[in-house]
């Protein structure tokens, strides 16, 4: 069983910046690949990042490609999304999501546990 806690969320204006952490509970998590989803008011949750379970490999969704940098620290069970030139469009709930022994990304991926999400709002 692994737990996931985001946090890190908050209000910010456009171009600005924010990091946000997903602290994983449990002594496996570094066999977890992991990715950070999205879900703005009335669309559905949308995929914006991932890392492989050794962090060796990462993939974005096309509209963060060159502003969001995922990144991962097992030492600390955490993985993290550092979000640059924000945009009001990123607006969302984010949520991070584990993949046990994911190597490779593939958009049919089934995540086997989810975060409660935390909020992200940006204004122009």
């Known amino acids: 069983q692994v737990q996931l806690v985001e946090s890190g969320g908050g209000s910010v204006q456009a171009g600005g910046s924010l990091t946000l952490s997903c602290a994983a509970s449990g002594r496996t998590f570094s066999s977890y690949a992991m990715g950070w989803f999205r879900q703005a008011p009335g669309k559905e949750r949308e995929f914006v990042a991932y890392?492989?379970?050794?962090?060796?490999?990462?993939f974005y969704e096309d509209s963060v490609k060159g502003r969001f940098t995922i990144s991962r620290d097992n030492a600390k069970n955490t993985v993290y999304l550092q979000m640059n030139s924000l945009k009001p469009e990123d607006t969302a709930v984010y949520y991070c999501?584990?993949?046990?022994?994911?190597?490779?990304?593939?958009?049919?991926?089934?995540?086997?546990?989810w975060g409660q999400g935390t909020q992200v709002t940006v204004s122009s």
């Open positions: 999501a584990a993949e046990f022994g994911g190597s490779r990304y593939s958009p049919r991926i089934s995540y086997h546990y």
């Open positions: 890392i492989t379970y050794s962090g060796g490999s990462t």
